[in-house]
């Protein structure tokens, strides 16, 4: 199983860390990401961390989002910087397969949390 936490209110601009623990079984040979969905939208990739190194960002949060994951602890972080109000979203954790062609099945999906960005 896959919990998610750490969401909150915060304002544009600010900075929040989101986690998502995993229990039950260990995920160390899955590919760990993050989606969300905002109100009234389809949830959408965010990013993606193959292995411990290998990382795969949306463009619409390169360069602001660090992915991160410790494996001895079964967890994966999300470290959001720079937030705008789009950024409001239910993010959810995954753990799954990352293919070349950009494909990203999941097989677990986690419970989400709530971010929501003020103006």
């Known amino acids: 199983q896959l919990q998610a936490s750490g969401g909150g209110l ?3 601009g600010g900075s929040l860390r989101i986690s998502c623990a ?3 079984r260990t995920f160390d040979n899955y590919d760990m990401g993050w989606f969300r969905q905002a109100p009234g939208k389809e949830r959408e990739f965010v990013v993606v961390i193959r292995g411990n190194t290998g990382t795969v960002y949306a463009a619409s949060v390169k360069g602001r989002f660090t992915i991160s994951r410790d494996n001895a602890k079964n967890a994966v972080y ?3 910087n720079g937030l705008k ?4 979203a239910v993010y959810y954790c995954a753990a799954g397969t990352y ?3 950009d494909y990203y099945r999941v097989n677990y999906w986690g419970k989400g949390t709530l971010v929501t960005v003020s103006s």
């Open 22 to 24: 995993a229990s039950g």
């Open 10 to 12: 915060v304002q544009a």
């Open 99 to 101: 293919y070349s062609n």
């Open 85 to 88: 109000p789009e950024d409001t």
């Open 78 to 80: 999300l470290q959001m």
